[in-house]
Every structure is written in C-alpha cells, then in structure tokens.
C-alpha cells in the first residue's frame, strides 16, 4: 500500500524549533518530488515548501524562507521539515504529500501532524 | 505572488449539478487541479489536469479550464460529496491553492 505517515508534531513556544518527519512506503521514494503542506485550524490549506527527487533543489513559501528547512533521505524513505523561530501563525497541521510523476498534482497526501506555537 | 479565488460556499440539492469556480491571471495557460477534503481527513485528488479524473473516482466528478477561470462539475450530487473542496495550479516553483469552497448538499 502507497502511504506516507508524519510524525514529529506537537506543543511548542514561539521561538522554538521542531523537526517533522513524514515516512514513505509501498512506492520508490527515490523517484517523487515531494512537498509539505499545511492547514491553520478551520482554515485551507496552504503550500509550504518542496524538494526534488535527489534532493538538490529546494523551493519555499515566503512566510517560512529562511526559517524552515525540507531535506529528505533516500535511503530511509524519508523526508523532513525542520522548523526554526517558530511563530504563533505556524500553527497548524503539517501534510507531507507526494507529486504524482504523470498526474503533476498532489497524488498522495500522510495523514497529517499537528503543530502548535504557544507559549 | 499568484492567486486563486475561490467562493466560499456552494450549495446544491441532492441529484442536482454543483459547479465551483476557481479564477486566477490566465488559469487557463496553466493545468489546474481539485482536491476534496471531508472533516478530520486528508485532501484526496479529484481532478488532475483540468479534466482527469484518478483511478477511483466517480464519473460525475469532472473539471474544466479555460480563460482565467478552472470549473469542477460535480453531476448528480450525491450527499457524500459534501466536502470542503480546493483547487490548485503550479506557478513558480510552488503550488498555489485557492482559498477553498464548502460544498453543502441540501
């Protein structure tokens, strides 16, 4: 089964630093852009950050450039999202989702982790 | 930066058409998807490049794209497919979603 499983949310202070984690299966990781996106509560969803296949190239919203950071490693099926200064407008939860090589879209969605910036 | 708008709210009766709009500069010179969201669950892609529609989805889900404005047709509207439902377009680098339309069945 094609599944992608977030981990790494939780309660943090403004200004703290949170690493996720979103775990690929049942497809060859190795080959897929992938991409974070998040959703305030009660609000839509928002695009964040991408990376490509290999991970040389990275590309980021403007309201996380220069705080957020997305890698990933290939050899544990595995991509990350390690956030920085975090801020109360952060909140929100976090989907890793997968670009479908011939659909070009967001084919596969994790089930989402939830992070919250509270003091 | 690029944007997409979206209604906030459609309302359609059972076995009735629901079309929800989505307008950005020159949409149509772009591909343009629809992704599904029921409460307290993940997105699901409905339509893809304007008009797919993915393995697993109904035949009354079905999209179109032209001008500034990509239009999702839901036929014969079922009350399982009340949902919140977003599009969403590619524009430097990124994606781009629109603000999201809540689709209510009554």
């Known amino acids: 089964e094609v599944q992608l499983v977030e981990s790494g949310g939780g309660l943090v202070q403004p200004g703290g630093s949170l690493r996720l984690s979103c775990a690929a299966s049942?497809?060859?990781?190795?080959?897929?852009?992938m991409h974070w996106v998040r959703q305030a509560p009660g609000k839509g969803l928002v695009w964040v950050s991408r990376?490509?296949?290999?991970?040389?190239?990275?590309s980021y919203a403007d309201s996380v450039k220069g705080r957020f950071t997305i890698s990933r490693d290939n050899a544990k099926n595995t991509l990350y999202l390690q956030m920085n200064s975090l801020r109360a407008e952060d909140t929100a939860v976090y989907y890793c989702a997968r670009v479908g090589a011939m659909v070009h879209a967001f084919d596969i969605w994790g089930q989402g982790t939830m992070v919250t910036v509270s003091s | 930066s690029y944007e997409l708008t979206q209604p906030p709210s459609v309302s359609v009766s059972p076995g009735q058409t629901a079309s929800i709009t989505c307008s950005g500069d020159?949409?149509?010179?772009?591909?343009a998807c629809w992704y599904q969201q029921k409460p307290g669950q993940s997105p699901v892609l409905v339509i893809y490049?304007?008009?797919k529609r993915p393995s697993g989805i109904p035949e009354r889900f079905s999209g179109s794209n032209s001008g500034n404005t990509a239009t999702l047709t839901i036929s014969g509207t079922q009350a399982m497919d009340e949902a919140d439902y977003y599009c969403?377009?590619?524009?430097?680098?990124?994606?781009?979603f629109g603000g999201g339309t809540k689709l209510t069945v009554l």
């Open positions: 490049q304007d008009s």
């Open positions: 020159k949409l149509g010179d772009k591909y």
């Open positions: 049942g497809f060859t990781f190795s080959s897929y852009w």
């Open positions: 969403q377009a590619w524009d430097s680098g990124g994606g781009v």
């Open positions: 990376i490509n296949s290999d991970g040389s190239s990275t």
